[in-house]
């Protein structure tokens, strides 16, 4: 009896040091959404990470985990993954790993990508327009590489706004829709197929535009095709981005509030007309911005209550 006892004994031992954290999420999502990941468990979680891959194993995105400060007495890792818009309907395997306690975990779920229906256009530019596009310019490649580092840069500590954004206009008129199928149509009898990684909505020059969310600024200057360009962090991994603006009346390195002015409209860049751009970016996916006026980045009570 006493050995029954003693092995049973050593096999909790096992068992405890071997166990690994638990996940909480929702299996299905739609394309261009989001998909929030809560990892916990008795012991502390570090250097967690997700990755979503399709059946050939190529990454279709990933994450970075943080903490938050929550009632829970359990160790957590929240993770928020882009879903991009171009993926196909189907099943992906997502895979959470990294540091459990002294030892390391692996875990992995199925999940189910939704299809969603987007929209077509041709979009007939000008010959300034078309040049713009067209021309090679190192500058305008070297452009492109900071910005695709700076959207992709995941700072743990980077927790600013965790609620619903607001519109960064107080009149909304949307012209351009996020996930648009675009087609250009240059000058020279050319064309060139692109998607839309944001909404556009049309206003005077000169309109304030405002941050949709708390965060700190982490870029604010002109660029070649979004022109005058802010871009402001708010959670580790997320980014609201504001494209070719006539002014940009904040700094880099600012820290701004929700509703605060940081730009106006203008036509400055790759732009047809005055109007704003405006782009969210998680884990460098762009992402349909509306999802976040009518729900929380991430809603820590209703999260952490799940997993109680």
Same mark, same amino acid.
């Given at each position: 009896m006493r050995k029954v006892f003693l092995? /049973?004994? /050593? /096999?909790?031992? %096992? /068992?405890?040091l071997s166990a690994e954290p638990d996940l909480f999420l929702e299996d299905t999502v739609n394309q261009g959404s989001v998909l929030r990941l809560i990892v916990f468990g008795e012991k502390p979680l570090l250097q967690v990470a997700a990755t979503l891959s399709d059946s050939q194993t190529r990454e279709i995105s990933s994450a970075l985990g943080f903490s938050l &400060? &929550?009632?829970?007495?359990? &160790?957590?890792s929240v993770l928020i993954l882009g879903v991009p818009s171009t993926v196909s309907p189907g099943s992906y395997s997502l895979s959470v790993t990294g540091l459990y306690g002294e030892g390391a975990f692996s875990l992995t779920r199925e999940i189910t990508i939704l299809s969603r229906v987007f929209i077509a256009e041709e979009i007939r530019l000008n010959e300034k327009m078309s040049d713009l596009r067209q021309i090679p310019d190192p500058q305008k490649e070297q452009e492109t590489k900071e910005l695709v580092e700076l959207v992709n840069t995941t700072r743990p500590t980077a927790l600013y706004h965790t609620?619903? #954004?607001? #519109?960064? =206009?107080?009149e909304i008129r949307k012209t351009s829709t996020y996930g648009d199928r675009r087609t250009f149509l240059y000058t020279d009898g050319g064309s060139a197929r692109s998607i839309h990684y944001g909404i556009d909505y049309g206003a005077p020059q000169g309109t304030? %535009?405002?941050? !949709?969310?708390?965060? %700190? $600024? $982490? #870029?604010?200057a002109s660029r070649i095709l979004t022109g005058n360009t802010v871009i402001i962090e708010h959670l580790p991994? !997320? @980014?609201? =981005?504001? @494209?070719? =603006?006539?002014?940009?009346?904040t700094t880099k390195d600012a820290f701004v509030l929700m509703g605060e002015t940081i730009g106006t409209v203008g036509a400055t860049g790759l732009a047809t007309g005055n109007h704003l751009h405006w782009e969210i970016r998680v884990g460098g996916v762009p992402v349909e911005p509306e999802i976040f006026l009518n729900e929380s980045l991430l809603d820590k009570d209703s999260l952490f209550d799940k997993i109680q």
């Open positions: 092995i /049973l004994f /050593l /096999l909790g031992i %096992v /068992l405890s &400060n &929550n009632s829970s007495p359990r &160790n957590t609620g619903r #954004f607001r #519109f960064p =206009l107080t304030k %535009v405002f941050a !949709v969310g708390d965060g %700190v $600024v $982490v #870029f604010a991994g !997320v @980014y609201s =981005l504001y @494209y070719h =603006l006539h002014s940009i009346d």
